[in-house]
């Protein structure tokens, strides 16, 4: 997946603080999060993936970040020597790998979209496909 090929990095006006309201409005669309796994994704909630989203979601820190908020990914092209560079205003990622391995964290700016949110949660539940059908599945979900 590109999210393997593609370096991403973060940037932003001010340090991570915890988002209170938006950490409560993320624990209020869990338990929809869930039925849409189910739903839609039923071989990956009763797969072994399931224990680790669990522990994704129990580890899960929602950060509040000032603007501007730029995520910068970095993309080897197919020779290997030359690198593409894309940097975009973002309202909200999801950074799965955070440096201080305390879990992944959820760094959003204030006043940031719902469907934003939602996006960023949905990479959190539901791992990449690893197969060309698994793919077209999952974009039909």
Excluded at 4 to 18: E, K, L, M
Excluded at 27 to 49: D, E, I, N
Excluded at 79 to 100: P, W
Excluded at 101 to 123: D, F, I, N, T, Y
Aim: net charge positive; hydrophobic share 40%; proline share 6%.
């Amino acid at each position: 997946p590109l999210s393997r090929a593609c370096r991403t990095a973060v940037s932003f006006a001010d340090g991570p603080r915890q988002a209170f309201a938006l950490g409560k409005a993320v624990a209020s669309l869990l338990p929809l999060a869930q039925r849409y796994l189910v739903q839609k994704h039923r071989s990956t909630y009763t797969s072994g993936v399931k224990a680790g989203v669990a522990q994704k979601l129990q580890t899960l820190r929602v950060r509040e970040v000032d603007k501007p908020f730029r995520l910068k990914c970095s993309l080897l092209t197919g020779s290997g020597s030359e690198e593409v560079q894309e940097e975009q205003d973002v309202e909200c990622y999801l950074d799965a790998r955070s440096e201080d391995s305390s879990g992944p964290q959820l760094l959003a700016v204030p006043g940031a979209s719902l469907p934003a949110v939602c996006v960023e949660l949905a990479r959190l539940l539901v791992p990449p496909e690893q197969t060309q059908e698994g793919v077209v599945a999952a974009r039909h979900a």
